[in-house]
């Protein structure tokens, strides 16, 4: 092995119930680069990194760090390997302080925490050094996402560390804090720092990268230098195949107002204005997007339309029917599908079979059921006929839907709300956690419900996603729209902004 | 019958921490758990235990330091036996803590019987601590300065506890295992470590709680003397917000509700029935929880076995 490698990983095979994650990936990381692990949801970047950091433990495989096997049991024995790890989710107690988070796990139990001040003294200096200044004393649970992210980058460092992991860290950034983030990552390397940096977006491993590594079902398909690939080549290695990139024109004008908001405001259970004064329309045959970072009050929104969160004030007419403490089922009848953000939790019954899923809000009615009883066959023709034109993979329509890939709930779910050809469709989040192949088809779908007629409202904060589909976008920011932009792509700096809050100006 | 409430106003507040005092052991341990995410709602039972290891204890040996190790000896037991369940089996914690408490009212009420029925069963208690003239101050001396020894107790039991929780690593690791236990984990903390250690605390402190009644309160066992105790202690738990000064206070606005109680049950002109009072402390514990609304202090993982 060269002196510049710091890690080799090989053969790593991890296995779940059902699930081969790693099926024998092998990654080499050079010293003091930015090295990519990239791959679509599922295909194994994550649960590689995870056993790197001691948070499962590989079937087989070896790892070699520094130039001795070692063995990684925990995240303990990580830390002591001078490894550290920026989480997806992250990783920081939200009650604690920004210095109780750093120091946590770094004490015996019987100390005092007489050495505060010290540690203190020290992320101040770090905050200096890396340019990543934040109040040690500051809750983490009040600080914004961008700075709880640097929170984590920052006790990886206070832990000390020669190699740092991030997964998918902007995936809650704004277009900002993102090129911010690639900078400092850039600054970290040249101090000799290596990174290993997980995503599935191309343009950020175009970006930041020295040398990536693809990953596809499990095993790594390739490692390249970065400067001598293309976006399109990492897609089709990514994919498997050549990817269609570009989406169909519409067709038609927009039509008559489906929804109409005026001021809407909704309070979540803390009494807190989440929605604070919201008005726009959406028409037949349009698209409006919202745009924002995950957290400004889109959710809350989407549920409060969807008659699953009370209206505080305001009005929302759909069809011109006024909505106030509409039920779902009612708010359902008036012509509403709603593809919700949260699958597990809102959209499916994970024990649930398939066919199951797909009558969720009839089964109550004929031709599914008949005095109260079941009819059995006929859901499951229903169903047979919606997984052949929405193309699920599955084995049998009686299987658990919790069998399935999430690509393939999702296909469940978007099949089942567009085939009640709604008047208004809303979608928050439609591609979150589902691969490349089943995004397009959604996305496909999508578009076609709107060239048939229906209004859309789409929820996202994939900015990708929004300006893909939308033919309007809304970018709220704190509970409120903060200013109305076209799907122009020149104009994507300026909505970055807005997500940070800035007022578009008049 | 003014000046007879007057007269009576020291005697209710001398009742209201000794009352309290029961409260206060068995919540600040229960704070400890709940911070730590696991909820036990097996405090009756615990307490129960601890209230007869107590008093069989004494009984057996006419040693007051027996009796509270014995109680501390069986707590910590109790807290294995449910960590045991919660924490390592991560079976469902509410269903484990009903099970505690039928199986500390039947254990004791079956040890009773076959141990002491027909026995003459007083026990030594705790000592009154009586400062001199200061217990003669009017209205408070008999509160604060006559008052016995595991009642002064909770003076030191509530900023030990509070240190332990927000200033050793201990505490911190407690609290940011009940907030987001695998935050915990990626830095090296033992969640289920921890968690253990958090519940016998806890069922420690409930027994001692038990014992209060037993060896300190009066001098006997009755079956199911702590009338439900332990369950006021859990309402405790949440109008304290989970700290352990905040269940102090609360303990004590409890206590209050038990020495009125107390005290109106020996009005022998009112013509009400007693029953009524009795109800006090219980119909105050619907209308605090009534009170207060979601559960936005309660620590985020409580309740949620944690999965590796």
Request: hydrophobic share 45%; net charge neutral; proline share 4%.
């Amino acid at each position: 092995m060269s002196d510049d490698v710091i890690l080799r990983m090989e053969n790593m095979v991890k296995t779940f119930p059902g699930v081969v994650a790693n099926a024998g990936i092998n990654l080499e990381v050079r010293r003091g680069e930015i090295h990519c692990l990239l791959g679509e949801n599922g295909a194994g970047k994550t649960v590689l990194m995870s056993t790197l950091y001691g948070l499962y433990h590989a079937d087989a495989g070896s790892i070699i760090y520094k130039g001795q096997p070692v063995q990684i049991r925990s995240p303990k024995d990580a830390i002591r390997q001078r490894i550290g790890m920026v989480h997806q989710h992250f990783m920081l107690v939200p009650t604690l302080t920004v210095a109780e988070n750093l120091i946590l796990g770094q004490y015996r139990y019987w100390q005092r925490l007489s050495q505060m001040e010290r540690a203190k003294a020290e992320i101040r200096r770090l905050g200096e050094e890396f340019g990543l200044r934040i109040d040690p004393d500051a809750v983490v649970g009040r600080l914004s996402v961008g700075e709880q992210q640097r929170v984590e980058i920052l006790k990886a460092l206070y832990h000390g560390i020669d190699l740092l992991i991030l997964d998918e860290p902007t995936a809650v950034l704004t277009p900002q804090e993102t090129s911010q983030l690639l900078g400092f990552l850039r600054e970290l390397a040249d101090k000799g720092l290596t990174i290993i940096f997980i995503t599935h977006k191309l343009e950020e491993v175009m970006q930041v990268s020295d040398r990536v590594t693809v990953l596809r079902d499990g095993k790594d398909v390739a490692t390249l230098n970065t400067a001598e690939t293309s976006p399109r080549e990492l897609a089709r290695l990514m994919v498997g195949r050549d990817v269609l990139m570009e989406m169909p024109e519409r067709q038609g004008e927009p039509g008559e107002v489906v929804l109409a908001v005026q001021d809407l405001c909704v309070e979540n259970e803390r009494g807190l204005r989440v929605v604070d004064g919201v008005s726009f329309e959406v028409r037949e045959r349009e698209i409006v997007g919202i745009a924002g970072v995950a957290g400004n009050g889109q959710s809350e929104l989407a549920l409060a339309l969807a008659g699953l969160m009370p209206i505080h004030s305001g009005e929302v007419r759909l069809n011109g029917q006024v909505l106030r403490e509409w039920t779902p089922r009612q708010v359902s009848q008036l012509g509403l599908a709603h593809v919700p953000e949260d699958r597990h939790g809102m959209a499916i019954i994970l024990p649930f079979s398939v066919s199951n899923n797909f009558v969720i809000h009839s089964f109550g009615d004929e031709p599914f059921s008949r005095h109260g009883f079941l009819n059995f066959s006929r859901i499951r023709e229903y169903a047979q006929r919606l997984v052949r034109e929405y193309d699920v993979r599955l084995v049998s329509v009686d299987d658990p839907i919790s069998s399935l890939s999430g690509g393939n709930q999702q296909k469940v779910v978007v099949a089942r709300e567009l085939n009640r050809e709604p008047r208004l469709l809303l979608v928050n989040q439609p591609t979150r956690g589902i691969d490349i192949g089943a995004t397009e088809f959604v996305r496909q779908r999508i578009l076609a419900q709107r060239d048939r007629g229906s209004a859309v409202l789409l929820i996202s904060t994939e900015l990708e996603e929004i300006f893909h589909l939308s033919d309007r976008i809304l970018v709220m920011y704190e509970g409120k729209i903060v200013g109305e932009v076209p799907p122009d792509r020149s104009l994507l700096d300026k909505i970055g902004l807005m997500m940070a809050g800035h007022r578009a100006e008049a | 019958m003014d000046t007879v409430w007057i007269a009576m106003i020291p005697a209710i507040l001398a009742a209201t921490w000794r009352m309290a005092t029961p409260l206060i052991y068995a919540a600040v341990g229960e704070v400890i758990t709940e911070r730590a995410g696991v909820l036990n709602i097996g405090l009756e039972g615990t307490m129960l235990l601890g209230a007869f290891t107590a008093f069989a204890a004494v009984y057996a040996t006419d040693n007051l330091w027996v009796g509270l190790l014995a109680t501390l000896l069986v707590g910590v037991v109790v807290g294995l036996v449910f960590a045991f369940f919660t924490v390592t089996v991560k079976a469902n914690q509410i269903i484990v803590g009903v099970a505690l408490n039928l199986l500390g009212l039947g254990l004791t009420g079956f040890l009773f019987r076959t141990l002491f029925l027909g026995t003459k069963n007083a026990v030594r208690t705790v000592p009154v601590l009586n400062i001199p003239v200061l217990s003669d101050l009017p209205v408070v001396g008999e509160m604060l300065f006559h008052q016995n020894l595991m009642v002064y107790g909770t003076l030191l039991l509530v900023p030990v506890a509070s240190f332990v929780l927000y200033k050793t690593a201990f505490g911190l690791a407690i609290r940011s295992v009940g907030e987001h236990p695998r935050a915990s984990d990626t830095v090296g903390i033992s969640v289920s470590g921890i968690r253990y250690a958090a519940v016998m605390i806890g069922t420690a402190l409930t027994a001692i709680a038990g014992a209060f009644l037993t060896i300190a309160h009066t001098n006997q066992f009755v079956e199911g003397i702590t009338s439900g105790r332990g369950f006021i202690a859990l309402a405790v738990v949440v109008f304290g917000r989970w700290s352990p000064k905040g269940a102090f206070w609360a303990s004590l606005l409890f206590g209050v509700f038990f020495a009125l109680q107390l005290r109106l049950q020996a009005m022998p002109d009112l013509a009400i029935p007693y029953q009524a009072f009795q109800v006090l402390p219980y119909a105050a514990t619907i209308v605090v929880l009534l009170s207060l609304r979601g559960r936005s202090h309660a620590p985020s993982a409580l309740a949620i076995p944690y999965e590796a």
